[in-house]
């Protein structure tokens, strides 16, 4: 079946990198572009980007250009979501999503705290 | 940016109760809207596609319309498995946006 499975969580400092992985599995990873969302604690849903997983092109929401980079590894049909110089608002649970939020990875929680 | 104006931000409902949750976009969306369930600690599950479009696996008490650009999710019959939020997103165009969601729980 179709799965996307998300590294696990992740516990930064401030102005450390991190890096999320997710694993698609029971389809062809190239049919459909790859969605990031963004869920902070208590809250609501956000649209971070996406990348089209045929060509690698990344397209960022305005809020997250600079410090977030969207990429690929094709042949082990995975994106990556790293972002760079962590703030304390960046404590957030990550969702990779495919074939227009049909399927959701399970969630990465990244904690940024001294 | 399209806003997503979702409503109610709270609804407590009985067993087997109707309920409705609705989404107005800020322009027009076509039918670019699609509905999702979440519970806590779980991501979100996608309902209904398409504006009316039931997703596999779905149970048929969920049911999504349109009326000109007002967009409603009912939930018929409503059941204990469905506490939970609802959001609502459109697809319509760039960047993507989510209603601020609808906490529904049991009464």
């Known amino acids: 079946q179709i799965q996307l499975v998300q590294s696990g969580p992740e516990l930064k400092k401030p102005g450390e990198s991190v890096k999320i992985s997710c694993k698609a599995s029971?389809?062809?990873?190239?049919?459909?572009?790859m969605h990031w969302v963004k869920q902070a604690p208590g809250k609501g849903l956000k649209w971070m980007g996406w990348?089209?997983?045929?060509?690698?092109?990344?397209t960022y929401a305005d809020d997250f250009k600079g410090r977030f980079v969207f990429s690929l590894e094709a042949s082990a049909s995975t994106a990556n979501l790293q972002i760079s110089n962590l703030k304390n608002e960046d404590t957030a649970t990550y969702f990779c999503?495919?074939?227009?939020?049909?399927?959701w990875g399970q969630g990465t929680l990244v904690t940024v705290s001294s | 940016d399209i806003q997503m104006t979702q409503s109610p931000a709270s609804l407590s409902a009985s067993l087997e109760e109707i309920v409705t949750i609705t989404c107005q976009p800020s322009?027009?969306?076509?039918?670019?809207l699609s509905w999702y369930q979440q519970k806590p600690g779980k991501s979100p599950q996608l309902l209904i596609h398409?504006?009316?479009s039931l997703a596999d696996g779905v149970p048929s008490r969920f049911s999504g319309s349109r009326s000109g650009t007002q967009y409603s999710l009912k939930i018929n019959r409503l059941q204990v498995e469905d506490t939970g939020i609802y959001y609502c997103?459109?697809?319509?165009?760039?960047?993507?946006?989510f209603g601020a969601g609808t906490k529904l729980e049991l009464k």
């Open positions: 999503a495919s074939n227009w939020f049909a399927y």
């Open positions: 029971g389809y062809t990873f190239t049919d459909y572009a």
């Open positions: 990348i089209n997983t045929y060509t690698g092109k990344p």
């Open positions: 322009q027009d969306i076509g039918n670019y």
């Open positions: 398409s504006a009316t």
């Open positions: 997103l459109q697809g319509y165009s760039a960047p993507y946006t």
